[in-house]
């Protein structure tokens, strides 16, 4: 990471913004207050005796689009050998501010009536490390973003031939984003959702109907839960893949039972 910061920022910018991090990991909250005094009693041997928190307000405001990209891009490339699958993921941050240009009201995961910043991150699945992200606007969905944040990340080298092959995300996407992926040569496995997609709610119910019948199904168990999976060849905006389905069969047994008992009532 060092490195990496050095490619973006002055030696001297480098140190103190590592003091930063460590304080900001060690209080795990935002705020700047006492910084100076962790710094003198703690960090005094990475970050400059003065590193206080106006000094680290001015600090970040030179952390512009200029040196992100610069740092994204050494970071990156040094991640490249050992990246091989990348997450992507999106989270939300609450704000009571109203000077935050980025902070409008959307779909709240934490149902709290506030403006919110949407982050949308990429993290490499064999390190655990973080390879890239962006904030956008808090009232834009996954969907709606997705390609720019993409986008974004490939002009900082997040691209499918330098780092990573298979792209993993959970549900929310539309087919135009799987077309999308698929022309910018991401191989990927994502999330659908069978309420949204028709063809998906249409090869649920058929593998639903038949499910014991067929020849590629899986059969295992995890704890004290035995599943069953399948997967059918199937073809969404225009991208040939395989839809991967899978059921709990002791809440299907607990479904059928309350089944059972309500027939007998009526």
Not at 12 to 33: D, P, T
Not at 157 to 174: A, Y
Not at 201 to 221: F, L, P
Not at 227 to 239: A, F, K
């Amino acid at each position: 990471v060092f490195a990496s910061l050095l490619e973006a920022l002055p030696f001297k910018h480098v140190r103190n913004l590592m003091g930063l991090a460590a304080y900001l990991c060690e209080s795990q909250h935002s705020s700047f207050e006492g910084l100076g005094d962790f710094i003198n009693g703690k960090m005094l041997f990475i970050s400059e005796p003065s590193f206080d928190r106006r000094r680290a307000g001015d600090l970040l405001a030179l952390l512009g689009p200029a040196a992100r990209t610069a740092f994204y891009r050494s970071w990156i490339k040094a991640q490249a050998g050992s990246a091989r699958h990348v997450f992507y993921d999106v989270t939300s941050f609450s704000t009571y501010s109203g000077r935050i240009v980025k902070s409008e009201f959307g779909y709240n995961r934490d149902r709290e009536q506030l403006r919110q910043i949407n982050e949308g991150l990429f993290c490499c699945r064999e390190t655990g490390l973080p390879l890239f992200m962006t904030t956008y606007s808090g009232s834009l969905n996954d969907a709606q973003n997705f390609r720019h944040v993409l986008m974004q990340a490939g002009n900082c080298s997040l691209r499918p031939s330098r780092c990573g092959t298979v792209l993993i995300m959970d549900g929310g996407f539309s087919k135009e984003d799987f077309c999308w992926m698929h022309l910018a040569g991401w191989k990927f496995i994502s999330g659908v959702s069978a309420r949204r997609l028709s063809a998906v709610r249409q090869a649920c119910a058929s593998w639903s109907e038949g499910a014991s019948s067929k020849d590629d199904r899986r059969a295992w168990t995890s704890g004290e839960g035995r599943y069953i999976s399948s997967r059918i060849p199937l073809s969404l905006g225009g991208v040939d893949g395989w839809l991967v389905m899978c059921r709990d069969m002791r809440a299907r047994i607990d479904q059928l039972d309350a089944l059972d008992e309500r027939v007998s009532k009526l």
